[in-house]
């Protein structure tokens, strides 16, 4: 694996997480976590819908989000379904964000402060040119 960071456009890039949206909650725990060896860096959300912050092993993560009324069944036509949105790491979100509306993309969400269950982040969202939703994900 290369050493560092060549990305000029993005201080720090790399990727960060890719979100599902689950069927099945403790299946998809099952998988990821004693299947698949991930362990859970954060778990955050409301009682109604779960998410938790699974680390791969290198550095990138999984999102899960729990199921609700309104999750897509399989097979449904949603954009991206069901990954959500997946997330580049930056050392710098605000740069990064201001880099791509520079450039035209559409800013969903601006850049904001939020603590992920005792993890501190700086995130925001734009859209790429095929509708994908795209995160800067900060860690502090």
Not at 12 to 36: F, I, K, P
Not at 66 to 92: C, E, I, K, R, Y
Not at 95 to 107: D, K, L, N
Request: hydrophobic content about 35%; glycine content about 10%; some cysteine.
């Amino acid at each position: 694996m290369p050493v560092g960071n060549t990305n000029q456009a993005v201080p720090g890039c790399g990727t960060h997480h890719v979100a599902v949206q689950t069927r099945d909650w403790n299946a998809s725990l099952r998988l990821y976590q004693e299947v698949l060896g991930m362990q859970p860096v954060a778990e955050f959300g409301t009682t109604e819908r779960r998410i938790m912050l699974l680390d791969a092993g290198d550095g990138s993560h999984i999102e899960l989000f729990q199921p609700t009324n309104g999750t897509p069944s399989p097979g449904s036509s949603s954009p991206n379904d069901p990954v959500t949105h997946f997330a580049l790491a930056t050392t710098d979100a605000r740069t990064a964000i201001e880099h791509v509306r520079s450039q035209g993309y559409e800013v969903t969400i601006e850049p904001k402060e939020v603590d992920l269950g005792g993890l501190a982040v700086t995130v925001a969202f734009f859209k790429g040119p095929s509708g994908e939703v795209i995160e800067f994900f900060q860690e502090h």
